[in-house]
C-alpha cells in the first residue's frame, strides 16, 4: 500500500476533477450541501468509477481516506 500523503487538490485529480482552487471551490459550491444521511460515494453527482474509488478509499482505508473525508465535510459544511 502506498503511505504517502497527498495535497487536497490530488483527491480531485485523482477523480478526472478540476484540481485548481477556484476548480475545488466551484464544485463544493455546486454540490453542497450534502445530506447527512448521504454517504459520500453515494452521492448522485459522482460517475460509477468515481464512486467506486471513493467507496474502496474509505473500506479499504487507504491512504487517499484522509482526503475523502476532508471532502465529505466540506460538501458537508458548506
Not at 477523480?15 to 450541501?33: K, N, Q, V
Not at 474502496?56 to 476532508?70: F, I, K
Amino acid at each position: 500500500m502506498d503511505t504517502s500523503s497527498h495535497p487536497f487538490h490530488a483527491l480531485f485529480e485523482q477523480l478526472g476533477l478540476a484540481s485548481d482552487a477556484d476548480g475545488i471551490a466551484r464544485f463544493i459550491a455546486t454540490h453542497a450541501p450534502l445530506p447527512g444521511a448521504v454517504a459520500l460515494p453515494d452521492a448522485p453527482f459522482w460517475s460509477p468509477a468515481q464512486a467506486g474509488f471513493l467507496r474502496e478509499a474509505l473500506l479499504q482505508d487507504s491512504d487517499w481516506a484522509e482526503l475523502t473525508d476532508q471532502l465529505s465535510q466540506a460538501l458537508r459544511s458548506a
